[in-house]
């Protein structure tokens, strides 16, 4: 069975792409075909081919092309709001069957799938499902971005407990956002006392190459 990873955040807008593409290319570097899977998008423009997410668009073109949009966001949502409140605007029920097929049809040609979520751990897909729920049934590996700001050490302490009770935390990565939150160094410093030893762990520094960061969390593959 081709594997899987889940990359998820303590929030939105913290840097979930831009880690989750770093990755793509660091792991296509190391010599594997990498697909990359958004299952769900809320917020996409409007375009002649239909709707289209720049996170969905940003982790195909890290991937090197060859995936087919659909397949990559099988649910693309107009309203930038939580999945299932875009959803109901649209007058649709996410199913997780059509998630589960798209990602089958990924995982058949590559050797491994990276995928991103939507917001946090514990989005709502539909009104009984959350993304934990789904991730766990499938028992995905998954990667937590923790965006450094105020409130970071408790909002990834938080992440990483509830993520542990479900499935497996193999890595976290601190990106570090602009502006730079003052003494993220420290930071830093208490969440790696803090965060589970077996995960690896990789730092996004301010103005640092993104692809060479996540160098560290290849190893979740060598293993």
């Not at 913290?14 to 769900?40: D, E, H, M, N, S």
């Not at 998008?41 to 720049?54: D, K, M, P, Q, Y």
């Not at 990565?173 to 420290?186: G, H, I, K, S």
């Amino acid at each position: 069975m081709t594997p899987s990873l889940f990359v998820t955040g303590t929030d939105t807008e913290i840097g979930k792409t831009y880690v989750a593409a770093a990755l793509i290319r660091a792991l296509r570097a190391a010599g594997l075909r990498v697909a990359p899977f958004k299952p769900v998008s809320a917020g996409c423009e409007r375009t002649a081919e239909g709707l289209r997410n720049e996170d969905a668009l940003a982790l195909m073109e890290a991937a090197g092309g060859g995936f087919e949009y659909d397949d990559v966001n099988p649910v693309a949502l107009a309203e930038p709001v939580a999945p299932h409140l875009a959803a109901a605007d649209s007058g649709l029920m996410i199913d997780p069957a059509v998630l589960d097929a798209a990602h089958a049809r990924l995982a058949a040609s590559a050797d491994l799938v990276v995928v991103e979520g939507a917001g946090g751990w514990r989005v709502p897909l539909t009104p009984a499902l959350d993304t934990a729920d789904w991730v766990a049934g499938h028992g995905w590996p998954v990667l937590l971005v923790v965006g450094m700001r105020l409130g970071c050490l408790n909002h990834a302490l938080l992440s990483a407990e509830a993520i542990a009770r479900r499935t497996q935390l193999v890595g976290w990565v601190a990106n570090v956002l602009p502006p730079a939150q003052p003494r993220w160094q420290d930071n830093v410093a208490s969440l790696c006392a803090r965060m589970p030893e077996s995960a690896v762990h990789a730092l996004i520094r301010p103005g640092a190459d993104p692809d060479a960061a996540v160098q560290p969390l290849t190893m979740i593959w060598r293993s």
